[in-house]
């Protein structure tokens, strides 16, 4: 879009096609903190064998994710205990150039496990028909490369790429089967993944799953979603590295092209235009709140506090406050330019 001032040329909007894009990008922003479930990756010291014993020494500074919600089954609908049972959960941390997950799943009915698929049967076999975990990863969360991981109780791995199984991803991973819960270990090759992981960058990020042994198909996701392997959108956050580290990532990608364009945007000149005095009212509410974003953008640093799943409580709240703007200003914004559209010659 072409950046105007007081008094520059006459307003120019860009191809359809263009504003199209934009109406995708406001539905993508209109995901709030509120809405989602997000998880700090930190990086810690050590490595841990990929054994599927989660009692290692490495796993113990480590914050668990909230547990599963139910989206098929009994608990579908239901909240406490009831959405969450039999809970599953999951912690994560960095290694070197390695993510390592541990994925905890309690399971009362050990004995009643559907295992049809054995490891000596080959890779890529279709986990979700057994009792299963699936892990997807959306990369900077563009939506452009799904990757997908997968394996049940007996180790049965399967992985692909878009859906396409011919992608086969440098990971390894490890399960122990107890009394009364199974766990899984599992250890990625960032490098095969992406080039390189930023500090503070947000995934896409989600985590199902199947659980058969109570006699009907249930699926838990720690995103809430049921459509979690279709809809990359509804996944939650996986930030690599710490709350101050994605304040400042945050600053970098979001605040500071958003500053950019504000400040190009000639809103006092089409508030002398705009007829609806609607408009004009909410257009004053946005510009005070951007104008203390602006400064919250310059002068505000990250405050630290005791990691709580994942989070720690100082940092959720500029977070919140990003996410309450967005989803104000850019319908705004998209109603605006939708406006100038229909006002070009």
Not at 189 to 196: I, K, M, P, W, Y
Not at 225 to 237: D, R, T
């Amino acid at each position: 879009m072409t950046s105007l001032v007081a008094g520059g040329p006459p307003i120019h909007s860009p191809p359809l096609a263009r504003w199209r894009g934009l109406a995708a990008l406001v539905a993508a922003l209109n995901m709030g903190w509120a809405d989602v479930n997000f998880y700090f990756c930190e990086r810690q010291p050590g490595a841990p064998a990929i054994d599927g014993d989660l009692e290692e020494e490495f796993w113990a500074p480590v914050s668990w994710s909230r547990p599963f919600t139910c989206v098929r089954g009994p608990g579908e609908g239901q909240s406490g205990p009831a959405a969450t049972s039999p809970a599953t959960r999951f912690k994560a941390a960095l290694s070197g150039k390695s993510l390592h997950l541990a994925v905890e799943c309690h399971e009362p009915r050990m004995d009643r496990q559907v295992l049809g698929l054995r490891p000596d049967q080959g890779r890529d076999q279709t986990v979700w028909f057994d009792d299963s975990l699936e892990i997807f990863f959306d990369p900077a969360g563009r939506h452009r490369n799904l990757y997908r991981l997968g394996l049940t109780p007996l180790n049965v791995q399967m992985d692909d790429l878009n859906a396409e199984s011919r992608w086969d991803g440098p990971w390894q991973s490890s399960v122990t089967r107890k009394d009364s819960l199974w766990t899984a270990e599992i250890r990625l090759d960032l490098a095969g993944f992406v080039e390189r992981v930023k500090a503070g960058e947000r995934w896409g990020f989600d985590m199902g799953r199947c659980r058969r042994a109570g006699g009907v198909e249930e699926v838990f996701t720690w995103s809430g979603s049921l459509s979690y392997h279709k809809s990359p959108e509804l996944y939650g956050f996986f930030i690599w590295g710490s709350p101050a580290e994605h304040l400042l990532w945050l600053r970098k990608a979001e605040l500071k092209p958003w500053r950019d364009e504000y400040r190009a945007t000639p809103w006092a000149r089409v508030a002398s235009a705009h007829p609806d005095p609607e408009w004009k009212r909410r257009w004053e509410k946005i510009s005070l709140e951007a104008r203390d974003l602006m400064v919250w953008l310059e002068q505000g640093a990250a405050r630290r506090g005791p990691a709580r799943d994942g989070l720690a409580p100082g940092a959720i709240e500029p977070l919140r406050r990003w996410s309450d703007f967005k989803k104000a200003y850019f319908p705004f914004l998209w109603e605006t330019r939708y406006w100038l559209l229909l006002q070009s010659p």
